[in-house]
């Protein structure tokens, strides 16, 4: 299955210490491809303005509150990286206009990142 930008997707992902874990994400780059992690905590390590606070009326499959990390961005191989075990659709445009806010001035990402994800979400 293809990644679409600007789909929500839950993944495996075999990079996580010390087993795989299930992660919900954001494709916000096919082409190589880029995601966005979704978690139950901001990550407490990034500016707190980098961490996007969404809840399960932002996206329906959330259960909980919980933030967006805009101050990485991981890279999704399928199979070696992450296995795709649910695609939940399309962002709200909301969300993907917040993202590309948070993202336009940021000191984590690297700029090549921030104009490729700000032209393709």
Do not use: W
């Not at 606070?53 to 990390?69: A, G, H, K, M, R």
């Not at 399309?90 to 206009?97: F, T």
Request: glycine share 2%; charged share 20%; aromatic share 10%.
């Amino acid at each position: 299955m293809p990644f679409i930008c600007g789909n929500a997707y839950l993944l495996k992902c075999h990079f996580t210490k010390p087993h795989p874990k299930e992660k919900y994400a954001i494709c916000v780059s096919k082409e190589k491809p880029l995601f966005f992690l979704i978690s139950s905590n901001p990550r407490t390590r990034f500016n707190t303005t980098s961490q996007l606070q969404v809840t399960p009326s932002d996206l329906s499959f959330l259960s909980q509150e919980s933030y967006i990390n805009t101050a990485e961005a991981i890279t999704c191989v399928i199979p070696h990286t992450c296995d795709i075990l649910r695609d939940y659709g399309p962002v709200p445009d909301h969300l993907k206009q917040q993202i590309k806010s948070l993202i336009r001035n940021s000191d984590t990402l690297p700029k090549r990142f921030i104009d490729l994800i700000i032209s393709k979400l």
